[in-house]
T-cell receptor, first 117, second 111 residues
């Protein structure tokens, strides 16, 4: 079946530091890949996505490139801010199946990022 | 923000009691999902729905049932709550693509 493995952290950085959160996946088909962010006390929000190999998703200074050859989708940001402190989830979507299973998401365990001033 | 309302937002109950969580959407999206979030596990799919009265199991469906009698409402029921079902529950919706929008969650404690 599908699976997602990501750095579990926690990750603690100083403001303006470079961020990388590693994510690798296992899938039988050609999944779409996502990064979601969860701020304290809130639900998950889509941060960025990529739907095919070599696509780069980007949003709010974050980037991730869909690497089929290494089955990876690492999240990066060149200069983090205190407001980026949150839990980050890597996820993939199931592209196959019948009924409503086409859009099921499989999540990694999440990475807690804390950015200190 | 996508129009998703989860109720209640917090609940404390006792082992063995029935519990129903409600997810209400105003987006008229076809697909609805229930996840649970636990430390060290990320989010895991409990059940999902692909239309009115059309539901299917996710990876952690034991002990849970769902119903969807209207497009806008997706109910999650714990018939006899156990302490292992203490968790944060999230509802999500999507339309004809794989872009899911999440509610703010329900924190459920079972004593």
């Amino acid at each position: 079946g599908n699976s997602v493995t990501q750095m579990e952290g926690p990750v603690t950085l100083s403001e303006e530091a470079f961020l990388t959160i590693n994510c690798t996946y296992t899938a039988t088909g050609y999944p779409s890949l996502f990064w979601y962010v969860q701020y304290p006390g809130e639900g998950l929000q889509l941060l960025l996505k990529a739907t095919k190999a070599d696509d780069k998703g980007s949003n709010k200074g974050f980037e991730a490139t869909y690497r089929k050859e290494t089955t990876s989708f690492h999240l990066e940001k060149g200069s983090v801010q205190v407001s980026d402190s949150a839990v980050y989830f890597c996820a993939l979507s199931d592209q196959g199946g019948s009924g409503g299973s086409n859009y099921k998401l499989t999540f990694g365990k999440g990475t807690l990022l804390t950015v200190n001033p | 923000d996508a129009g998703i309302t989860q109720s209640p937002r917090h609940k404390v109950t006792e082992t063995g009691t029935p519990v129903t969580l409600r997810c209400h959407q105003t987006e008229n999206h076809r697909y609805m999902y229930w996840y649970r979030q636990d430390p060290g596990h990320g989010l895991r799919l409990i059940h999902y729905s692909y239309g009115v009265k059309d539901t299917d199991k996710g990876e952690v469906s034991d002990g849970y049932s769902v119903s969807r009698s209207k497009t806008e409402d997706f109910l999650l029921t714990l018939e006899s709550a156990t302490s292992s079902q203490t968790s944060v529950y999230f509802c999500a919706i999507s339309e004809h693509d794989n872009l899911q929008h999440f509610g703010d969650g329900t924190r459920l404690s079972i004593l």
